[in-house]
C-alpha cells in the first residue's frame, strides 16, 4: 500500500517537506557555525553564573585535548557523563564530541547495579561525575572496563566566593555529598588545566560515527543502548529547527532547561536545537524544588520552555507562578509522556501561550511528530510528523491501516537510530524490514495527518474484551479541580478479567471516592468506569517525571 502524506497539506507556512541531512556532517560542525556567529552570547547560565559561546568552545576544546592528550582515548571510545543540569555538563558533553569520541548518559539517580549494568554494557573508558554521585561511581567500578574517574562539584564553575560556598553547603549543611575515596580521580577544573598543554588535532567525524549511546527501556527491562549517529542527531536539529524556527528569533532566545539534560528530550531540544539558534539554555539543576524553581523563573524573562505534563502541573500548583513576567514566552513545548488538557488549558490561561505537545522517542533522537507552532488551543494530537519524516498506524500483521483505524504508531526518518548497542535480535525486533521502526504507541491519524496517541501497547486495559486507553481515563478524572494528579492501571478482575482503578493525588482533602465515581459516570462509557480509587501522597514517576503506571500495577491491590 503506497503512504499518503496529509500531513505536508497542513504544514505551517515556512515549514519545508524535506530537510537537507547533509548540509552538516556532525553535531561539532554545527557548533563550531553557531560559536562563528554568537560568540558573545551567553550560552548556558546555572546558579546565577552565565557562559558564553566563546568560552564554552575554549572550555570545550580543553575537555576533548584533555581526554585525547592525556588518556590517549581513541575516536569511538565511550564517556559516561553522570550529572545533572550544569555548566560542566554542556563543558563536557561537547568536549567528548568534539575529541571524535562517544557519550553516554548516564541518570545520576541510578542504584550501583544499574550504574554498574550501563558502565560494563557501554564499554565506557572513563566517567565524570558529581561529587553527589561519587560514592555510587566507587561501588560500580569494579569489573568494569573505566580506567579515569573525573569528579566535580556543583560549585566548581560558579567562581570565587559563590562556588566554595556552594560546595560548602551541599556537603556540610545540606549532607547530600556522601563520603566517597577513588584512588586516582582527577577533578573536572584539572582536566581543563592539562587540556591546554595539549593540541586538539583534527578530528574527522562522519555522519555515521556514534555521537551519543543513549540509554533506554531501564523502567520495562534492562536498559537498552540506543547508537544515535551524528547524522540522526544533526537531522533532527535539521527537523526541529525548521519547525520551530517560524517562531524562534536566532539570537533573541532564551530557554527554560529544566528537563534534565541527559535525558534525550532536553538534549536534543533544548541543548542542541536552540544552541543552533545561539540561545541561552536557562539550567535548572533540581526542578523538583518547585518553590526555587519559580524564584529562578522570576529572575529573567525566557522565551521558551520545554516539559512534561507533570512539570507543568506542578509549576501552574505553586505559589508565585502566576506572578512571573510572561511577556517574552513564545514556544511552551510538551512531550515526554502525554499532555492532560486539564493542565493545557490551565497553562494557557496563566501565560496566555499555548502548550504545544510533541511527541518523540530516544530511538527517533527524538523528535518524530511535533503540532504547529501557532496552533491557538491545545488540540490533544501529537502533531505531524516532521519534515523528512514517514508515520503510519500498523495492525497486528504489519499492514499500514486506514485513516481513523487504531494500531501502532510507526516511524521513518533518518533520525531513527542505528540500532541497540551490540542487540542485534532486539533491533530486529523494533526496526522491521522496511525500515519502520515501531514505537509500542497504539495511535490513529485523521484526515488532516494528525496522529493520537491512545495509549502505550503495554498500558491497555483489557475489560471484558473491551479496549481501555488510560489516557483517556486519566485526563477525564484530571478535570476534577480536586485532583493534583491521576494515573490509570488494569488490575485483575474475575467477573471482567481486568477493572480499571485509578491511582490519585489531592489537591482537595475532602474529595472522595464516590465523587471520583459519580464524574466518572458522567463523562465514561460504563466499561471506562474506574471500580476502584486509591488515594496516595505521591505516585512513582521517573527522573524526568513521568509517572511510572508499571510500578502501580505490579503494587496494585484493587483498593
Not at 569494579?142 to 556552594?166: H, M, W
Request: some cysteine.
Amino acid at each position: 500500500m503506497t503512504l499518503d502524506r496529509p500531513w505536508l497539506s497542513n504544514y505551517p507556512a515556512g515549514v519545508p517537506a524535506e530537510i537537507d541531512v547533509d548540509e552538516f556532517p556532525s553535531i561539532p560542525a554545527i557548533l563550531e557555525k553557531t560559536i562563528e556567529s554568537y560568540r558573545d552570547r551567553p550560552a548556558f547560565s546555572s546558579m546565577g553564573k552565565r557562559l558564553s559561546y566563546a568560552e564554552l568552545d575554549a572550555l570545550s576544546k580543553r575537555f576533548a585535548a584533555y581526554l585525547l592528550g592525556e588518556l590517549k582515548l581513541k575516536k569511538g571510545d565511550r564517556v559516561a557523563i553522570m550529572m545533572p543540569n550544569c555548566l560542566q555538563y554542556p563543558i563536557a558533553t561537547f568536549g567528548v564530541l568534539r575529541a571524535g569520541l562517544t557519550v553516554v548518559n548516564t541518570n545520576p539517580m541510578y542504584t550501583v547495579r544499574e550504574l554498574k549494568h550501563q558502565l560494563v554494557d557501554s564499554g565506557a573508558s572513563a566517567v565524570l561525575v558529581l561529587d553527589n554521585f561519587g560514592s555510587t561511581v566507587q561501588q560500580a567500578l569494579a569489573g568494569t572496563q573505566v580506567k579515569q574517574v573525573i569528579t566535580t562539584g556543583l560549585g566548581d564553575l560558579l567562581g570565587f566566593p559563590k562556588g566554595p560556598i556552594v560546595n560548602f553547603v551541599l556537603k556540610y549543611v545540606k549532607k547530600m555529598v556522601p563520603d566517597y575515596d577513588i584512588p586516582g580521580a582527577v577533578r573536572f577544573n584539572d582536566t581543563l588545566t592539562l587540556g591546554q598543554r595539549h593540541a586538539l588535532p583534527d578530528i574527522e567525524i562522519t555522519p555515521e560515527d556514534i555521537a551519543f549511546l543513549q540509554y533506554t527501556g531501564g523502567t520495562t527491562g534492562v536498559a537498552k543502548g540506543a547508537m544515535l549517529t551524528h547524522r540522526n542527531l544533526v537531522a533532527n536539529m535539521q527537523q526541529a529547527s525548521a519547525w520551530v524556527g517560524v517562531q524562534a528569533k536566532p539570537g533573541d532566545e532564551v530557554i527554560v532547561t529544566a528537563l534534565p539534560l541527559y535525558h534525550i528530550f532536553a538534549l536534543t531540544a533544548n541543548g542542541l536545537v536552540f544552541m543552533k539558534f545561539g540561545a541561552m539554555n536557562i539550567l535548572i539543576t533540581n526542578p523538583r524544588d518547585m518553590p526555587g524553581f519559580v524564584k529562578e523563573l522570576k529572575r529573567e524573562p525566557f522565551t521558551a520552555i520545554t516539559g512534561v505534563n507533570t512539570l507543568f502541573n506542578g509549576l501552574l500548583n505553586t505559589p508565585g507562578f502566576d506572578q512571573i513576567d510572561f511577556s517574552r514566552l513564545r514556544l511552551t513545548l510538551g512531550g515526554g509522556m502525554a499532555v492532560q488538557r486539564a493542565v493545557a488549558d490551565r497553562w494557557k490561561k496563566v501565560t496566555g501561550v499555548t502548550l504545544v505537545e510533541a511527541y518523540g522517542l530516544t530511538e527517533t533522537s527524538p523528535a518524530a511528530c511535533i503540532n504547529p507552532m501557532d496552533l491557538a488551543d491545545y488540540n490533544g494530537s501529537i502533531g505531524l510528523p516532521v519534515p523528512s519524516t514517514d508515520a503510519c498506524v500498523k495492525d497486528e500483521n504489519g499492514g499500514i491501516l486506514p485513516l481513523g483505524e487504531v494500531g501502532e504508531l510507526c516511524i521513518k526518518g533518518p533520525q531513527v537510530m542505528k540500532g541497540y548497542w551490540n542487540r542485534p535480535e532486539e533491533t530486529a525486533q523494533v526496526i522491521d524490514a522496511d525500515g519502520w521502526l515501531h514505537t509500542g504507541d497504539m495511535a490513529r491519524m485523521d484526515e488532516q495527518g494528525f496522529f493520537y496517541i491512545v495509549d502505550r501497547k503495554k498500558d491497555m486495559i483489557l475489560v471484558s474484551g473491551f479496549n481501555v486507553y488510560p489516557n483517556e481515563v486519566e485526563d477525564v478524572i484530571a478535570l476534577m479541580p480536586g485532583v493534583l494528579e491521576v494515573a490509570a492501571v488494569g488490575v485483575p478482575d474475575e467477573k471482567s478479567g481486568e477493572a480499571v482503578k485509578v491511582v490519585i493525588v489531592k489537591k482537595d482533602p475532602a474529595l472522595t471516592a464516590d465523587q471520583v465515581k459519580a464524574h466518572a459516570r458522567e463523562n465514561l462509557t460504563g466499561y471506562k468506569h474506574p471500580k476502584y480509587v486509591e488515594f496516595r501522597t505521591e505516585l512513582p514517576k521517573t527522573n524526568v517525571g513521568k509517572i511510572l503506571r508499571r510500578e502501580l500495577r505490579e503494587n496494585a491491590t484493587p483498593s
